[in-house]
T-cell receptor, first 111, second 115 residues
């Protein structure tokens, strides 16, 4: 089955700097790669996703890149702000209902 | 539109007891999935229900079970609780069918502590 590894487990950056979180997956059949953000006391919320026919997708300060050959994908957050502090999860799978999640990255934005 | 509602939000049980958690999906969503979240382990998939049928199951022991009702509300049950069952249990619903990729909408979770 699918296995997803996420790094780093914790990340601390200065406000205004960029943050990058990386994930690798094992199943070459996976074609859907979402990222979820979980704020304290809340459930995870989808922030961006990418499908295997696309190499990069951007939404304002957030971007995701996918390298299917190497089986890794990354989340990039530019111009970080205090409200970006949260736990971020990557996931991989064939459809939403069969996603395998990474272990999570706790991102802290320092003022 | 109301989000995914999970009850109870917090509960404390002792080893050997059983617990039932409830999840009401977003209106119109027919797929409900359950996840266990523990520090360092991320989100571990428990099972998914679609139209009252269990469609997928994760690698959890038989002590973990669930069901879905005709109104799409779902419950999960854990019997003979162990200390390691302490976790945040998250429910997620989605409107998609069997093959579409789509957004999972998570509830805020039920935090279970086993003493």
């Amino acid at each position: 089955g699918e296995n997803v590894e996420q790094h780093p487990s914790t990340l601390s950056v200065q406000e205004g700097d960029s943050a990058v979180i990386k994930c690798t997956y094992s199943d070459s059949a996976s074609n859907y790669f979402p990222w979820y953000k979980q704020e304290l006391g809340k459930g995870p919320q989808l922030i961006i996703d990418i499908r295997s026919n696309v190499g990069e997708k951007k939404d304002q300060r957030i971007a995701v890149t996918l390298n299917k050959t190497a089986k890794h994908f990354s989340l990039h957050i530019t111009e970080t702000q205090p409200e970006d502090s949260a736990v971020y999860f990557c996931a991989a799978g064939g459809r939403a209902q069969k996603l395998v999640f990474g272990q999570g990255t706790r991102l802290t934005i320092n003022p | 539109k109301a989000g995914v509602t999970q009850t109870p939000r917090y509960l404390i049980k002792t080893r050997g007891q059983q617990v039932t958690l409830s999840c009401s999906p977003i209106s119109g969503h027919r797929s409900v999935s359950w996840y266990q979240q523990t520090p360092g382990q991320g989100l571990q998939f428990l099972f998914e229900y679609f139209s009252e049928t269990q469609r997928n199951k994760g690698n959890f022991p038989g002590r973990f079970s669930g069901r879905q009702f005709s109104n799409s509300r779902s419950e999960m049950n854990v019997s003979t609780l162990e200390l390691g069952d302490s976790a945040l249990y998250l429910c997620a619903s989605t409107s998609t069918g069997t093959s579409d990729t789509g957004e999972l909408f998570f509830g805020e979770g039920s935090r279970l502590t086993v003493l």
